[in-house]
């Protein structure tokens, strides 16, 4: 996959953001809300310095910028593991395995 540019990337990061968020509130389990919130905290912090580039640098490529290099990923990674056996609705699962996997390539 080519790199993003920030333009995408914020456009990613929002659609993660929200479903990350709907995720939360579906979940009963006490350890995937708190990754969750871990994962939407990094997001929304990333989103934070996203809106403060100019509209007219959005073509340039994208690099994190909040967290210290694959801290994203690693967070990704472990909230993977924890949904391993978590029941969640099938609309949540069928889009959160994409941009799970699609992040993972994002925020490495």
């Known amino acids: 996959m080519s790199k993003k540019t920030i333009g995408e990337a914020t456009s990613f990061i929002e659609e993660l953001l ?3 968020e709907d995720m939360y509130w579906e ?4 350890d995937v809300k708190d990754q969750c919130f871990n994962v939407i905290r990094l997001l929304q912090n990333e989103m934070t310095e996203l ?9 340039y490529e994208y690099e994190v910028i ?3 290099p694959g801290q994203m990923k690693a967070s990704i990674d472990e909230l ?3 949904l391993a056996g978590e029941v969640l609705r099938q609309r949540t699962r069928e889009h959160l395995v994409p941009l799970l996997e699609t992040a993972k390539i994002v925020f490495a």
């Open 18 to 20: 929200a479903l990350m």
């Open 27 to 30: 979940t009963n389990a006490v």
């Open 51 to 59: 809106t403060k580039i100019s509209v007219q640098d959005h073509d």
């Open 66 to 68: 909040v967290c210290k």
């Open 80 to 82: 993977e593991d924890i």
